[in-house]
């Protein structure tokens, strides 16, 4: 399986800030990789695939980069309603998720 | 526009099987798209379960394929999974999504918490 592997697992932030979150995958994935959303008691929202197309209806201030084993998402300017966790996911092979990383308010 | 809407037992006795069935409403299952199962123990991460196409073809993930079969009913436009010899390791919420075109799950059911407890 590939290790999807997310930091940090956690932080505090404030509405404006810009935030930058990594995932990294334990063998090459090419662009093989999207982003999702959770809130509480919520499914997943796909945000992002092919590690930097933004999905239909997403704002703009997401955007991911990368490719190969290093990926990030940036919120570029932190909105109340972004404060959730993130996933990456990989589809190179069997999809696999990072262990997530939940964005908390300041 | 299409959605997916979970249904199946709330409670499972361990060693026991564990059956749920996620219907499609707003477009077919006979769609060119992949039929996924992924859960999420409480507090913890997403873990893919398996997938299916209309044809019937499957595809699981290796730590769960021996205990693991998903089916696909075309004329009722739902798909299913079964899960056997559940333990209090496969309580979760379980969710179905459609793979779209770009390989990622642009659409999710809500959600249905199944927990495995005698």
């Known amino acids: 399986a590939i290790r999807m592997t997310q930091s940090p697992s956690s932080f505090s932030a404030s509405t404006g800030d810009r935030v930058t979150i990594t995932c990294r995958a334990s063998q090459g994935i090419s662009s093989y990789l999207a982003w999702y959303q959770q809130k509480p008691g919520k499914a997943p929202k796909l945000l992002i695939y092919?590690?930097?197309t933004l999905q239909s209806g997403v704002p703009s201030r997401f955007s991911g980069s990368g490719s190969g084993t290093d990926f990030t998402l940036t919120i570029s300017c932190l909105q109340s309603e972004d404060f959730a966790t993130y996933y990456c996911q990989q589809y190179y092979s069997y999809p696999t998720f990072g262990q997530g990383t939940k964005v908390e308010i300041k | 526009q299409v959605q997916l809407q979970e249904s199946g037992p709330g409670l499972v006795k361990p060693s026991g099987t564990l059956s749920l069935t996620c219907a499609v409403s707003g477009g077919s299952i006979s769609s060119s798209n992949w039929w996924s199962w992924i859960r999420q123990p409480p507090g913890k991460g997403l873990e893919w379960i398996g997938e299916i196409y209309h044809s019937g073809s499957t595809n699981y993930n290796p730590s769960l394929k021996s205990r693991v079969t998903i089916s696909v009913d075309k004329s009722k436009n739902q798909f299913s999974l079964k899960l056997s010899s559940v333990t209090a390791a496969d309580t979760a919420v379980y969710y179905c999504?459609?793979?779209?075109?770009?390989?990622?799950?642009?659409?999710w059911g809500q959600g249905t918490m199944v927990t495995v407890s005698s």
């Open positions: 999504a459609r793979k779209d075109s770009n390989d990622a799950f642009d659409i």
């Open positions: 092919a590690a930097s």
